[in-house]
């Protein structure tokens, strides 16, 4: 049938083509069937039929469907009955409880891929594919299927390690630092990082403050060929089909541990990873409440490794207060770089990124890890590697940690009694650095003057909310005043340990025993 | 905000409100966020944003959320952003793998049949619930949740008796036989059937072609307390919420045991039920492929049963072929009615309908319930209730099978060749006689005058087809000519064995055993 294609949009998380009753009626199609809109290209769609919203002789379609079939408003397309897409037969297996094989999860991944899944048919996917309905196996067959929808790089060496934390700590700029000391020592260090979701600043974000993070995989091959290391950003063109699924999810908010883990893994085996690190923030105010949590996700990660052929270990990190003392792009990006420029900073900031840095060490042969990253971090070999990938992405050779200016709006935020700061509240301190514009607005941000454990007098500066507008800086003083970002008491409390990585898994022990049984 | 209101009629499993961009900006409405629709009452129904298909200051409301907030087509209605409702954390928790409670079931419940929940979020419960996601305890409270969302009976009698068939064969017109044997023993068996959904004949349509069907709790219980058993409709008043869950399973054709469990089983708990038998048809071409996979099935029903307070029997009953000779709602309801008044018929109908009626009398405390159950049919007796009930539902006392007409287009299909029938399809069958027109030309359908294991000589009639018009009559021969609804070849077969029921779950044996114990 020829219809004159109309274009709309529609913010909607299913949108449809809309078709005239009559239309539909002729062409045999019923609600929730499928048309096949054939113009330059051809595109595939569900379709909603309505009375008048659509003339007879027309067809309604968002702009995306339109590019996709190469149209234009007002074009003639061919509008043709479309069967159901074969997936849909292993989508039913998994909701009846079901195994799926290779070449099922094979399927679905392609059909959401070419949009033959209606964002329904995917959420009803990730629904079934459950804790209690996923087995590894499932799950590295989803994972490879994910890996395949995009460019698959290889960068002819081998070990490749890689860092991944699973979020959900605010300020944890330690990212760039890892990767400066682990390349520092000639490892293949591939590092991509996503921006913000819901958070105040991925690092990507922080990144892209000072230098390019978006490269394509050929200056992502030769950046790497160079310098061991880089902090891109994991673009679209690496199993790009993640963020469909993660659209199909986002109006419940729901994020499973299967898809969540095939979704991480899928990038890691574009890119070749061979060892991976998995950074899990646990504590009051995270994602995941306890090292208990913690332990149970890692294993779910090394036995996924395992089956891809993936070599991941996973440490469980204090969480339950922002690391180090700033958030927001650019004020993470300063202390980032700062700590790297004057080999010092906040403990918690230092100690978590030589933590991590000294297990990925480990993982390369290394003795004692975290003696080695101190030992490149204190010496300054990490902030010569951190400056080499900054040029090789653009950025200044002379980078400085003071060319960075936060937003010029400025309110401190003050102690109204004397005591200790009992707690400071991760979903406060994203919700005030998110009202006063960040990620969006790079320089703003909050400065922690005080954290969990610190002694105060009335009127001491608790914390300072940085922005770039009077505005945005007036919606977040609001934000804290509505919150309790910073609890103040008379009651004593201990400050944060020491060590940030309250558990290494498997432990070290534990790994030096399967070396020395396997040797 | 107020806008005037827009009807629209659209056919799509979601059907939203539609609102312009600029008025969802206004009133911070997002995608798939929920509005609050107030007319004359108020309603609430997730929306649709886009640009020009809508004008500002007007929203396009499908015609039944335009009744639910008491509306019309021009009328202003206030509108106002309305938050997730609370049952989606538990649905969340749900697609996480966790447990939930009577109350987050309930509240689920009540949120679904609300309308509160769209037929994305009801599917995707439905795909997280599944048999690996949900166990006894979490199937019982959303069956009592689902008893509650319409009326509850009380029959004022105890035990209550019911029969249910899992379905999947066609020709299965055993129902009424059953009422009519166990209400011949003055016992209580409150009988509501169902249409057809994908079959060409249910027993509600095949009743429906010799008395009222349809019947309010209070007609029910007048007629339950006279008769003992009625043949009536499952209509809306009983767990209603069943018929939104079914409507948002239907885009993807899934009907996952948990939901499937708990819609049986809300309406027998919403009629008071203290006494089930559910026959599980079972073999090739019928929805549980063999005797194994109805034990499974069994065995969660029971399990669910003994959850609910309910005594629940299964019986594994053979399905690999039609039952009796008639496919049709006019043409079963004449074998049926040929059966009590003849005291005869096609050996499966009689065979099943005395052993299922048996097993029910034995569930009484009937020592040898199929005995019984033949004596009440071989003497006349069922005959005799059964039309009492026929007239207690408005049709004629004086009720015979000649009185009821199949339909006047008629087309035998004969055998090719000589040779023995080897099978007749199912699938083949329901789908020539829906060609035809069955269920909602009544008169429509086919009549087998060869089973299994028949020989036949070429040119014998094999089945004869029914329509009510010759356009409809063509159309099946067409669907019959394509398919292979009767296979005739040289090899020996075997005929069906002469018991339909194939095992009883528990056992007979089993449940004496259990009696003998708690004695």
């Known amino acids: 049938m020829k219809l004159a294609a109309l274009e709309y949009n529609v913010l909607s998380s299913e949108p449809v083509v809309m078709m005239n009753a009559d239309d539909c009626l002729e062409l045999g199609v019923g609600p929730d069937d499928r048309v096949r809109i054939a113009g330059g290209s051809s595109a595939v769609s569900t379709v909603a039929i309505t009375d008048f919203l659509v003339r007879k002789g027309t067809i309604a379609m968002p702009s995306y469907v339109l590019d996709r079939c190469s149209a234009e408003d007002g074009d003639m397309v061919d509008v043709a009955y479309s069967p159901m897409p074969g997936s849909i037969r292993s989508l039913k297996r998994k909701i009846e409880g079901g195994k799926l094989d290779r070449e099922a999860m094979g399927s679905i991944v392609a059909d959401i891929m070419a949009g033959n899944l209606s964002d329904k048919e995917i959420l009803a996917f990730v629904s079934a594919f459950n804790v209690n309905n996923a087995d590894l196996e499932e799950v590295a067959y989803?994972?490879?299927?994910?890996?395949?929808?995009?460019?698959?790089?290889?960068?002819?060496?081998?070990?490749?390690?890689?860092?991944?934390?699973?979020?959900?700590?605010?300020?944890?700029?330690?990212?760039?630092?890892?990767?400066?000391?682990?390349?520092?020592?000639?490892?293949?260090?591939?590092?991509?990082?996503?921006?913000?979701?819901?958070?105040?600043?991925?690092?990507?974000?922080?990144?892209?403050?000072?230098?390019?993070?978006?490269?394509?995989?050929?200056?992502?091959?030769?950046?790497?060929?160079?310098?061991?290391?880089?902090?891109?950003?994991?673009?679209?063109?690496?199993?790009?089909?993640?963020?469909?699924?993660?659209?199909?999810?986002?109006?419940?908010?729901?994020?499973?541990?299967?898809?969540?883990?095939?979704?991480?893994?899928?990038?890691?085996?574009?890119?070749?990873?061979?060892?991976?690190?998995?950074?899990?923030?646990?504590?009051?105010?995270?994602?995941?409440?306890?090292?208990?949590?913690?332990?149970?996700?890692?294993?779910?990660?090394?036995?996924?490794?395992?089956?891809?052929?993936?070599?991941?270990?996973?440490?469980?990190?204090?969480?339950?207060?922002?690391?180090?003392?700033?958030?927001?792009?650019?004020?993470?990006?300063?202390?980032?770089?700062?700590?790297?420029?004057?080999?010092?900073?906040?403990?918690?900031?230092?100690?978590?990124?030589?933590?991590?840095?000294?297990?990925?060490?480990?993982?390369?042969?290394?003795?004692?890890?975290?003696?080695?990253?101190?030992?490149?971090?204190?010496?300054?070999?990490?902030?010569?590697?951190?400056?080499?990938?900054?040029?090789?992405?653009?950025?200044?050779?002379?980078?400085?940690?003071?060319?960075?200016?936060?937003?010029?709006?400025?309110?401190?935020?003050?102690?109204?009694?004397?005591?200790?700061?009992?707690?400071?509240?991760?979903?406060?301190?994203?919700?005030?650095?998110?009202?006063?514009?960040?990620?969006?607005?790079?320089?703003?941000?909050?400065?922690?003057?005080?954290?969990?454990g610190d002694v105060v007098k009335e009127g001491d500066v608790l914390f300072r909310i940085y922005a770039e507008n009077q505005g945005k800086l007036d919606r977040a003083i609001e934000s804290a005043r509505s919150r309790r970002p910073m609890l103040v008491s008379g009651n004593p409390v201990e400050r944060q340990p020491a060590d940030m990585i309250a558990e290494r898994i498997p432990s070290k022990e534990m790994l030096d025993l399967i070396r020395f049984r396997s040797s």
Do not use: W
């Open 142 to 452: 989803l994972t490879r299927a994910m890996a395949d929808t995009g460019t698959v790089v290889d960068f002819g060496v081998r070990p490749v390690f890689d860092f991944h934390s699973l979020g959900g700590v605010p300020g944890n700029k330690i990212t760039p630092m890892v990767v400066s000391i682990v390349a520092s020592e000639g490892l293949t260090i591939p590092k991509l990082s996503s921006r913000a979701v819901s958070s105040a600043c991925g690092t990507a974000d922080l990144v892209d403050t000072f230098c390019d993070v978006e490269m394509d995989s050929e200056s992502l091959k030769a950046a790497v060929r160079r310098n061991g290391g880089v902090f891109a950003c994991g673009n679209e063109d690496y199993a790009p089909v993640g963020t469909k699924i993660i659209k199909a999810e986002r109006p419940l908010g729901i994020d499973p541990r299967p898809t969540m883990m095939a979704s991480i893994m899928s990038k890691k085996v574009a890119l070749g990873t061979t060892h991976l690190l998995v950074d899990i923030p646990f504590g009051a105010g995270s994602k995941i409440p306890d090292v208990a949590a913690a332990r149970n996700i890692a294993k779910d990660l090394r036995d996924l490794g395992t089956v891809l052929g993936m070599h991941v270990e996973c440490a469980a990190s204090r969480a339950d207060q922002p690391l180090g003392t700033s958030i927001g792009p650019v004020l993470e990006a300063k202390e980032c770089i700062r700590a790297l420029e004057s080999r010092d900073g906040d403990p918690s900031v230092i100690d978590k990124a030589c933590g991590m840095a000294g297990i990925i060490l480990e993982m390369a042969g290394e003795k004692d890890g975290r003696r080695k990253a101190e030992e490149i971090f204190r010496s300054g070999r990490a902030h010569s590697k951190f400056l080499e990938i900054v040029a090789a992405q653009n950025g200044s050779p002379d980078l400085k940690s003071d060319d960075l200016k936060p937003g010029a709006f400025v309110k401190d935020v003050h102690a109204k009694r004397d005591g200790t700061v009992q707690m400071v509240d991760n979903p406060s301190i994203v919700a005030i650095a998110k009202g006063a514009g960040a990620p969006s607005d790079v320089g703003a941000g909050i400065v922690l003057l005080r954290k969990r």
